[in-house]
Nanobody
Framework: QVQLVESGGGLVQTGDSLRLSCAAS????????MGWFRQAPGKDREFLAS????????DHAISVNGRFAISRDNTKNTVYLQMNSLKPEDTAIYYC??????????????????WGQGIQVTVSS
């Protein structure tokens, strides 16, 4: 069992940056692919980024490629999402996710075995 706890969200202005953190419990964290999703009001939850167990492979959604970057520190059991040049359309609840069945990738909600509780990010115009 893995517990995921997000932090670092909040209210920012257009063009600002935020770094989300996701702290994981359990020694198996370092063997899991990890990812970030978000869900805006009235919309489906969407994939943002994925990182392999050792950080060698990262994947980002086209919608955030070049602005968002996923990383991880296995010594701290933490995965990060650096978000730059934020826009009002980035306003959403952001979720950390773990794939216990793969070391390489999370691409869809079906790949997720564990979810964080979510954290609000609001970007004002």
């Amino acid at each position: 069992q893995v517990q995921l706890v997000e932090s670092g969200g909040g209210l920012v202005q257009t063009g600002d940056s935020l770094r989300l953190s996701c702290a994981a419990s359990g020694r198996a964290f370092s063997t899991y692919a990890m990812g970030w999703f978000r869900q805006a009001p009235g919309k489906d939850r969407e994939f943002l980024a994925s990182i392999s167990w050792n950080g060698d492979r990262t994947d980002h959604a086209i919608s955030v490629n070049g602005r968002f970057a996923i990383s991880r520190d296995n010594t701290k059991n933490t995965v990060y999402l650096q978000m730059n040049s934020l826009k009002p359309e980035d306003t959403a609840i952001y979720y950390c996710a773990a794939n216990a069945r793969s070391q390489l990738f999370i691409g869809t909600m079906a790949d997720v075995d564990y979810w964080g509780q979510g954290i609000q990010v609001t970007v004002s115009s």
